[in-house]
Each structure stands twice: as structure tokens, then as C-alpha cells.
């Protein structure tokens, strides 16, 4: 099984970038890759898209050097396992609150004895033309990273950093800043001292610390990348088209 850039990555502190696909169709997801984002991640948590939308969106990015990457639905051992086998190769988990949580989605992400995956032929192996060697080399090549969104999770932060298989943390500011009262106010200083915390906690536990750069102008990204953060993502695709789509016709109609 080839070595998973963005997990290699994820742990050894290098950044990489990547963006969000909202839309679940193979067109959106080839013009992104064609871009050169190091990977893109299909929001299942947030749309409608479902397995066979994952699918297409995966083979849109084969061959196009964009690492697939999956927002699950929800932090399900199903939810995980089919993605998983349609060819994802990293989850982000979302809501995870606690050690307990943090550990469920590792061993739904990771083949026995580490975790409860199950053993089937599917497109991830190729369709089994691959079965030994992926079955050998996926619970080292699969990224598990598990989403900090809520006030519970800041507190929790070590502890979930401790759970073996989590390879990083990714920052929800928009649950976040819902979780502390404030919604939408992702630029409330309980919210930066909230990501600070959260930044510093990875540093000292060796992963990665994410982080949506959901509009991503000069300066959000620029904040991301000096605030520690080395697991980005920037934009949605539904953003690029909004925001492109507005300017130009701005232009026009002025
Ligand atoms: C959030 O801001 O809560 C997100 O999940 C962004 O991806
Ligand atoms: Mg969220």
C-alpha cells in the first residue's frame, strides 16, 4: 500500500493544504484537484452527500495527486468503515468531546486487533486485487483525525491527544463558537484563546493541529498559518463559487 502523504504529514508537523467539497459530484471534485490542494475532503456531516456521492467524488480525485479524505456523518463505526472502504484515506470525525469518543472513532477507522474495521473486498483493495496488502498497511496508512469543537472538547483536549490512532485535531469555529454562547463569533477572544489552547496541546503531544479556513482571504490564512495551525483547509467549494461568482457579477453590474 503507498505511503499517505497527509498522515505522514499530520505527524510530523509539516503543513498541508487542502480544501472542502460540498457539492458531491466528480466535476467539482477534479477542477479542485486539478488546483493542487494536497487533499480534499468530502463533508458528509453537512450535506447530502452519501456513499454513492463519496464514490464519485473519489474517483473524480483518482489519479490527480489530491489525497480523499471524508467529514463522516457522524462518529458512527459505520459511517466510518464504508467510507473507509469507498476509498477515503483519512476521517474527520465530527464532535468528538471526549477520550471515549476519540477512541471509538479509531477503532472503527483501524482493522483488529487495534480496532473492529471489517475485512471485505471493496474499492478501496481494488476490489480485493489488493486485499493483503491494504489489509497490511491500513492502519498505518489511514489518517484519523477527530474534530474540537465544543467547550467540553478544549477541556478534554489532552486526554483526547492521548488516545492512541489520533494522528491530529481539526477546529470546527463555528460549533465552537455555538458551544460557548457565541455563535458565528469565531473571532471572539474565548474562541482565539480556545484554538490557542487547543494549538499548544499539539505541539507538546507530537499532532497535528487543523484548522477551516472557511473564507479564506490573505489574512485568514495568513492568521492560520502564524496561530501554529499545519493541517489547513481552505475555502468550500460552494464559498469559491459564491464569492467568485458575486465579484464578477459586482464588476459587471457596476
Ligand atoms: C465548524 O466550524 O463547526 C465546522 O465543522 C467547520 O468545518
Ligand atoms: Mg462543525
Redesign the pocket.
Known amino acids: 500500500m503507498k505511503p499517505n502523504p497527509v498522515r505522514q504529514a499530520l505527524l510530523a508537523g509539516r503543513v498541508t493544504i487542502g480544501t472542502?467539497i460540498q457539492i458531491g459530484h466528480p466535476t467539482v471534485a477534479e477542477v479542485l484537484a486539478n488546483a493542487g490542494f494536497d487533499w480534499i475532503a468530502a463533508?458528509c456531516?453537512?450535506t447530502d452527500m452519501g456513499l454513492a456521492e463519496f464514490a464519485a467524488v473519489a474517483r473524480g480525485l483518482h489519479g490527480r495527486g489530491s489525497i480523499p479524505l471524508v467529514?463522516v456523518r457522524e462518529n458512527d463505526t459505520l459511517a466510518i468503515r464504508q467510507m473507509l472502504d469507498l476509498g477515503a484515506m483519512g476521517v474527520i470525525v465530527?464532535l468528538v468531546n471526549t477520550p471515549e469518543d476519540a477512541a471509538r472513532a479509531v477503532r472503527a477507522a483501524k482493522y483488529p486487533p487495534a480496532g473492529v474495521r471489517g475485512f471485505a473486498f471493496h474499492r478501496g483493495n481494488n476490489w480485493g486485487v489488493d486485499f493483503a496488502d491494504y489489509a497490511a498497511g491500513a492502519n498505518d496508512q489511514i489518517a484519523v483525525v477527530v474534530?474540537i469543537?465544543s467547550k467540553e472538547a478544549v477541556e478534554n483536549i489532552d486526554a483526547i491527544l492521548a488516545v492512541e490512532g489520533v494522528d491530529g485535531v481539526?477546529?470546527?469555529?463555528?460549533?465552537?463558537s455555538?458551544s460557548y454562547g457565541i455563535p458565528g463569533q469565531?473571532g471572539d477572544p474565548i474562541i482565539q484563546n480556545a484554538c490557542a489552547r487547543v494549538v499548544a496541546a499539539c505541539r507538546k503531544a507530537g499532532k497535528a493541529a487543523g484548522m477551516?479556513v472557511?473564507i479564506p482571504t490573505p489574512e485568514a490564512i495568513a492568521k492560520a498559518v502564524a496561530d501554529g495551525f499545519t493541517f489547513l483547509?481552505l475555502g468550500v467549494d460552494t464559498v469559491f463559487l459564491d464569492r467568485a461568482a458575486r465579484s464578477a457579477l459586482a464588476v459587471a453590474r457596476g
Open positions: 472542502w463533508d456531516e453537512h467529514r465530527p474534530m469543537e481539526f477546529i470546527g469555529p463555528y460549533d465552537m455555538g469565531t477551516h472557511v483547509a
